[in-house]
């Protein structure tokens, strides 16, 4: 059960794209598409900003966007803004049933 | 509306018990997958265990043997039973609606494990 390898951090100024990857195994994100993506500011609950890799729930922004190529997800945000900033962990499902979440990123809106 | 209320935390010593509660609206516990994620204080999300609709539970190795998931179907609620604790426990507690994903999320309870 090792955790998926994310950036620590990440930076973009208003208005420009950023990606952040999320790399794992054949074993968890390359196995199935159950890969999600979760925003957490400071002293919050996260929140599921992608789903089944590249699915938004009703309500995010379609700035959100979710991808995956073997054993790497990404999560791309466009029109950066500046409540964007906050941490965001990649999940994924795995072949002994559980769950995997990756380091963290910290994203920072210059 | 769905919500999730965590409550139990509080502080343990080492080798201590707790039990912790997530009372759910909105929706049947029974019917979903239910998992419990925690978060020690200042690092990233970890999961921790989930109960099935069917009634099978899985945990994460470091918690094997020592937490159990459960639920009761009339009171609408999960737990969280967890013995021989340790200070590595020290997290905020999250129990989340599971479809593959954690589609909502309670506010978290804090267990702190310390002498």
């Known amino acids: 059960q090792s955790a998926l390898t994310q950036p620590a951090s990440v930076s973009g100024s208003p208005g420009q794209s950023i990606t952040i990857s999320c790399t794992g195994t054949?074993?968890?994100?390359?196995?199935?598409?159950?890969v999600s993506w979760y925003q957490q500011h400071p002293g919050k609950a996260p929140k599921v900003m992608i789903y089944?890799?590249?699915n938004r729930p009703s309500g995010v922004s379609n700035r959100f966007s979710g991808s995956k190529s073997g054993n790497t997800a990404s999560l791309t945000i466009s029109g950066l803004q500046a409540e964007d900033e906050a941490d965001y962990y990649c999940s994924s499902y795995t072949s002994s049933s559980t769950v995997v979440f990756g380091g963290g990123t910290k994203l920072t809106v210059l | 509306e769905v919500q999730l209320v965590e409550s139990g935390g509080g502080l343990v010593q080492p080798g201590g018990s707790l039990r912790l509660s997530c009372a759910a609206s909105g929706f049947t516990v029974s019917s979903n997958y239910m998992s419990w994620v925690r978060q020690a204080p200042g690092k990233g999300l970890e999961w921790v265990s989930v109960i099935y609709s069917g009634g099978s539970t899985y945990y994460a190795d470091s918690v094997k043997g020592r937490f159990t998931i459960s639920r009761d179907n009339s009171k609408n609620t999960l737990y969280l039973q967890m013995n021989s604790l340790r200070a590595e426990d020290t997290a905020v507690y999250y129990c989340a609606r599971d479809n593959y994903y954690f589609d909502s999320w309670g506010q978290g309870t804090l267990v702190t494990v310390s002498s």
């Open positions: 089944d890799v590249s």
């Open positions: 054949s074993s968890d994100i390359g196995g199935y598409n159950y």
